[in-house]
């Protein structure tokens, strides 16, 4: 079993930044697919950010050049770095982890659910 723990949401004035942290614990491998994805209330959750094992990074089209993905291995910790933050980038945000090989198509493509979820953590920009 995987568990996925977020942390580093708040509020923040639209224009700032912030960078949302996850850890992974238990039977998590570095050959995992990563992934953050965000939800308001009443749409969809979306995949905004994904991570392959070898590092490759692929962004939704909405965030692209305001949010970096990254990881720490040593600490099993996945990052998101948010940058230029707009109202519309309030929601709650999720971490996710994935065996399968398909990275981008899971996370952003949405084929299909990750294996494993975090709780979340809420972000919310003012203007």
């Known amino acids: 079993q995987v568990q996925l723990a977020e942390s580093g949401g708040g509020s923040v004035q639209a224009g700032g930044s912030l960078r949302l942290s996850c850890v992974a614990s238990?039977?998590?491998?570095?050959?995992?697919?990563m992934g953050w994805y965000r939800q308001v209330p009443g749409k969809p959750r979306e995949g905004v950010a994904s991570?392959?094992?070898?590092?490759?990074?692929v962004y939704a089209v909405s965030v692209k050049c305001r949010l970096t993905i990254s990881k720490d291995n040593a600490k099993n910790t996945l990052y998101l770095q948010m940058n230029s933050l707009k109202p519309e980038d309030t929601a709650m945000y999720y971490c996710?982890?994935?065996?399968?090989?398909?990275?981008?198509?899971?996370?952003?493509?949405?084929?299909?659910?990750?294996?494993?979820w975090g709780q979340g953590t809420q972000l919310t920009i003012s203007s």
């Open positions: 238990g039977d998590i491998s570095s050959e995992y697919c």
């Open positions: 991570r392959d094992s070898d590092g490759t990074a």
């Open positions: 996710a982890a994935d065996r399968g090989f398909r990275c981008a198509a899971t996370v952003i493509g949405g084929v299909r659910p990750p294996d494993y």
